[in-house]
């Protein structure tokens, strides 16, 4: 089988789907060549993740994905949502097939998106570095 039964049922019955209305971080990214878009919603107090919401406009993997990712980065530190590769949130889905690895870079990158959202919002100083290789620039411009 080619995904794995999380994969389904992270694809089937996601968690975290829809928006927060008064977001303290939004990030969104997308993939120049699938076309897939993924938004991130963070509510965040004294540092603490108390609620994502994704929405994703794309592929199977890249639903899983953010599902996956959003269920990792809840009630979590701010600084451990920046440390959350694709690989964990991949190895957590037990695993994506290698031309749908891209997808779980998405929910990598619109994490990190709406955390520098977050901290520019706020004034907070960061290390450019952190953002340095963020992907896909035909997309956030
Ligand atoms: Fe592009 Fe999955 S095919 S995110």
Redesign the pocket.
């Known amino acids: 089988m080619l995904y794995s039964e999380k994969v389904m049922d992270h694809f089937m019955n996601p968690r975290n789907v829809g928006t927060i209305e008064d977001a303290d971080g939004i990030g969104e990214v997308g ?1 120049a060549k ?1 076309g ?1 878009i993924m938004k991130i919603y963070l509510k965040i107090e004294d540092e603490i993740i108390q609620d994502v919401k994704f929405e994703t406009f ?2 199977g ?2 639903i899983a994905s953010s599902s996956m990712a959003t269920e990792m980065i809840a009630g979590q530190p701010v600084s451990k949502a920046l440390e959350l590769t694709n690989k964990a949130v991949a190895e957590a889905l037990d695993g994506l097939p290698a031309h ?1 690895m ?2 779980s870079v ?1 929910a990598e990158e619109a994490i990190k998106a709406a955390v520098k959202d977050y901290y520019d919002k706020n004034g907070i100083a960061y290390d450019p570095a952190i953002f340095a290789n963020m992907g896909c620039e035909d997309c956030h411009g």
């Open positions: 993939n699938c897939d794309g592929c993997s890249a749908k891209h997808c998405l």
